[in-house]
């Protein structure tokens, strides 16, 4: 694989075409991969060990708004 270095200053138009660009790979690659994503992310929750020193708290008291 061949990285390529991005440079250190944009211009704020230079800036903006590239965030657009990463955003149309993110959709194309949530298209093309979005459902392994999930299953795999959900899958390495399910083998986290929990820590037990984690409280856990009960939030049982009304909002008062």
């Known amino acids: 694989m ?3 270095q991005l440079p250190l200053h944009w211009e704020a ?6 965030i657009q660009l990463l955003d149309q790979f993110k959709e ?3 298209s093309a991969y979005g459902e392994e994503i ?3 992310e959900y899958a390495s929750q ?6 037990e020193e984690q409280l856990m708290l009960k ?4 909002i008062p708004f």
């Not at 399910?46 to 820590?51: A, E, G």
């Not at 939030?59 to 009304?62: N, V």
């Open 2 to 4: 061949r990285l390529t």
């Open 13 to 18: 138009d230079e800036a903006l075409t590239m």
């Open 28 to 30: 194309l690659l949530w």
């Open 38 to 40: 999930i299953r795999q």
């Open 46 to 51: 399910k083998h986290r060990k929990l820590d």
């Open 59 to 62: 939030f049982e008291d009304p």
